[in-house]
């Protein structure tokens, strides 16, 4: 079965890190795009970052510098790992295959990261 | 940075038609793909590259792309379609990906 899992996450304080991890299987994740994106509380949807194929990142404007996507191919995994966490970070963050041009076209559950003190 | 604009909310009776709107500047050159987003759940892609159907998607959903125009429309409308639409392009200029504020659909 194709599929994205996530894991990780959970509460943390302001300032604190986390980890995300995501683990892809039924499918070679080694020359697509993936990415993560988040949905906070009552609010839409929020592109984070995206790992291209050949290594290239890019990050939204509101994380660039705080959170690193990162990729194990061997392993069928991307993380992104979450630095300086602030309040307004708190959110359901999904791991999704897809990202520049193409659609997200599959999706992980989702995973909840509250940053509260 | 790339702005889309939906309207908020549209409503609509059992099997009529819902056209969703998603406004941005000189939308008609960028591929636009459209997700479907109901509570508790993950987001479900329904269009992509404008008008294309992923496997398992009714035909009765449909899109189009012009201009500072792209449209999602829902025709003969059905309770489960009751949900958030949301598009999103990759803007090539900041080499981000950029979603719309979502418009809820309500099924009356």
């Known amino acids: 079965e194709v599929q994205l899992v996530e894991s990780g996450g959970g509460l943390v304080q302001p300032g604190g890190s986390l980890r995300l991890s995501c683990e892809a299987s039924g499918f070679d994740v080694s020359d697509k795009y993936m990415s993560w994106v988040r949905q906070a509380p009552g609010q839409g949807l929020e592109w984070v970052a995206c790992?291209?194929?050949?290594?290239?990142?890019y990050y939204s404007d509101s994380v660039k510098g705080r959170f690193t996507i990162s990729r194990d191919n061997s392993k069928s995994m991307l993380f992104l790992q979450m630095n300086s966490l602030r309040v307004d970070d708190t959110a359901v963050y999904f791991c999704?295959?897809?990202?520049?041009?193409?659609?997200?076209?599959?999706w992980g559950q989702g995973r909840l990261v509250t940053v509260s003190s | 940075s790339y702005v889309l604009t939906q309207p908020p909310s549209v409503s609509v009776a059992p099997g009529e038609t819902a056209t969703i709107t998603c406004g941005g500047n000189s939308i008609g050159t960028k591929a636009v793909h459209w997700y479907q987003l109901k509570p508790g759940q993950a987001p479900v892609l329904v269009l992509y590259y404008d008008t294309d159907r992923p496997s398992g998607i009714p035909e009765r959903i449909s899109g189009t792309s012009s201009g500072h125009t792209a449209t999602l429309t829902i025709s003969g409308v059905e309770a489960g379609d009751e949900a958030g639409y949301y598009c999103q392009v990759w803007d090539r200029a900041s080499e981000h990906s950029v979603f719309g504020p979502g418009t809820e659909v309500t099924v009356l």
């Open positions: 790992f291209q194929g050949d290594g290239k990142t």
């Open positions: 999704v295959n897809g990202g520049v041009i193409a659609a997200f076209d599959l």
